[in-house]
């Protein structure tokens, strides 16, 4: 009669576990393990002798403290479905981290078998791995491997039917100190009441995952009669300290046997290493990221300059052209006024934003963005936000759309929720132009730094917003970030020249689409009713605009920004558009900055203003639908949108009235 | 001692774009070092101050690190390299874009002055060339420590 084993094999992402798996079981299985994507166990079968062995490849885990998805897939595999027994597939080349999940597992006291995987490229560099010491000291049975020949399947094989038919005990004891050791016995004491959960778990085990704040565990205890003595032992501790106490136990323990098993372990620092060093210090992490994101915003402003003073003259000679085109007046008026002065005024700042794509492009295929946002995990994790939340934030520069679609790796449904919320807050490439026009004008020596000013100041609203929403409507504790650093890469010119394209293209169609669209609507309004001067206070425009000038006049802004305000609900950039079709842009040939610098209404103060409204009020029209899909609640997209509004005029107040009070202009 | 050269090179090149950062943000406040900081070609910019000061921390880091021989030393030396390399091609990259734009669309009578190139971020850039032809190649081998 044959004889069913079900093994479970777990390890690190990246270890070679999926390589093993098709290995063994003569599988093709291709197994994604990337955040947004809903990881699964995957299940092949195998002969030996007179054995049917299934293999259940788990979820690559970290470790079993299942705050996530995949650790939530592996860990309760393995704790609740039983498997006879568990394979841990160790990466060779980097045992330090892998014995981390070893100690977690053995604590579990499961039928453990040790893949030392990838063992030929540890040989390679020159390690030393002793598997026999390997063994003695952890006490569970070790096979070389290497997932991508073969080799050592075998022996896998049958050191798992060993383990199977033996099943040896191998629960072991980490001492974490002497406090905290009393405080497991306490627990292990009151666990005593609850007969049907220690049968099923070690309670050991279940102390440590208590202690350390594992929710799952905290119910399955709550729900028995041991809850109320458990609950008292655990009151005044603090989970977080504890589990990181505990951690530290743990890589003590590594730290004492690694020198044992490895006794020569060559540790080739990369560059990447070398740079992850620095770029990840704990002081120099951020103040770096900053630099270099200044860096990008005033690559955007300068070296687009040319370009974009060579599409300025080229409107010129468009609108100079029809000018002297003996077209009836109507049509010049809608091709020099609506057409160019919206849609070419837009065009302009096209190489601006394509630049900024470019550049993030680059950060992004480097793997700098993946340190970015690692080093303001800490920031993020004090306002009560995971680490993953920068990530959103970081897509957000280029377009919020994204940003917010990426919200979906975000497992705690608070934490997402409230990325979502602050998401609109961070600077995309859709408002580089009113910026770039603006700091261009009137901060012509530091347009740069203004820029740059102006995305920090959203990162900031973005992370007090965050803080305010975790402290009062949606408290929660966030997870902790863990994320594998990919290794730098320089990145080709065609691949990031695609990545430019692929970003940079959207507001070349929207140009064509939205963009065109309002400045017709604009110029309609601004030419309506007939017989009334193009732009005038008498046009439909005009009296839009003194409808709503009032509620904006505070902020030092007249009826024409109150249009183009109203507009770049649509789209940001339309804010530009509108501007240009009311300023009268193309006629003439005179260009928008002219127009502007003109106008005795405008100052550094009131473009200041400006910015920092048009930064902060409400998200555009497409924003507005990707957070009521995403959050599947007209709620909270009506509160998105009161609170951008409010938080907009409130700052943008604030900034009129100090630049006023300092500078004594507008 | 091994990491001598590199020491001399993280502190020197540590105080200047200190230095030079701390002084485009004083100028950026303060109009009498603007003025004086302007005949020098240094700009009155606080954020490229900010970032030149970083660049100097990363160096300054480095020499401290490798004078107390902690291993990952010599990373902050080439970190700073990089930086320093980033920022001098940034300020490259923008006065050439200003050079195009005078020549080809300025108003006439405009004429780009070279010497407005030479801002302290594009020319203590040529110190980073230095270090990074000195040690990139070692940078790019990677580093071997045994345990």
Known sequence: MRKSIRVALAGNPNVGKSTLFNAITGSHQHIGNWPGVTVEKKSGYVKKGEYDIEIVDLPGTYSLSAYSIDEEVARNFITDEKPDVVVQVIDATNLERNLYLTTQLAEIGVPLVIALNLSDMAEKRGDAISRQKMEEYLEIPVVRTVGSTGDGVQELLHAVINEAETSPHHEHTIGYGDAIEAIIVKIVSALEADAALTSQYPPRWLAVRLLEGDRAVREKVDAGPAGEAVRAVLAGTDPDELEAEMADRRYGLISAILPQICTLCVKKMSPSDLIDRVVTDRYLGIPIFLALMWGAFQLTFAVATPFMAGIEALMGYFSSVVAVSGLPEWLISFLDGGLIGGVGTVLIFVPNIFILMLILAVLEDTGYLARAAFVMDRLMYAIGLPGKSFIPMLIGFGCNVPGIMATRTIEDPKDRLITILVNPFISCGARLPVYVLFAGIFFPENAGTVIFGLYVLGIAVAIGSAKLFRSTILPGNPAPFLMEMPPYRLPTVPTALLHMWDRGSMYLRKAGGVIFGIAVVVWALASLPLGVEYGSAESLAGMIGHAIQPLVAPLGFDWKIAVALLFGFLAKEVVIGSLGVLYGAGEDGGALEGAILADPMFGPVTALTLMVFVLLYLPCMVTMAVIKKETGSWKWTAFSVLYGLVIAYAVAFIVAQAGRLLTGGI | ?147
Do not use: H
């Not at chain 2, 004086?36 to 880091?61: E, H």
């Not at chain 2, 390399?85 to 195009?100: E, K, N, P, R, T």
């Not at chain 2, 850039?125 to 990677?142: I, K, N, P, S």
């Open chain 2, 1 to 147: 001692m091994a990491f001598t050269g590199k020491i001399a090179f993280c502190g020197i090149f540590g105080i200047l774009y200190l230095a030079f950062g701390l002084v485009q943000i004083a100028a950026s406040v303060v109009p009498v070092v603007a003025e004086a900081a302007g005949q020098l070609q240094i700009p009155a910019d606080p954020a490229a101050g900010f970032a030149l000061m970083v660049t100097g921390a990363v160096f300054l880091s480095g020499a401290v690190k490798m004078q107390k021989g902690i291993p990952e030393g010599p990373a902050f030396l080439y970190v700073g390299i990089l930086l320093g390399l980033a920022f001098g091609l940034i300020a490259f990259l923008a006065s050439g874009a200003q050079a195009v734009e005078t020549v080809f669309f300025g108003e006439e009578g405009t004429v780009w002055q070279a010497g407005t190139m030479l801002v302290p971020m594009f020319w203590l850039a040529f110190g980073a060339v230095a270090g990074f032809l000195a040690w990139g190649r070692e940078f790019t081998r990677g580093m071997d420590t045994v345990s």
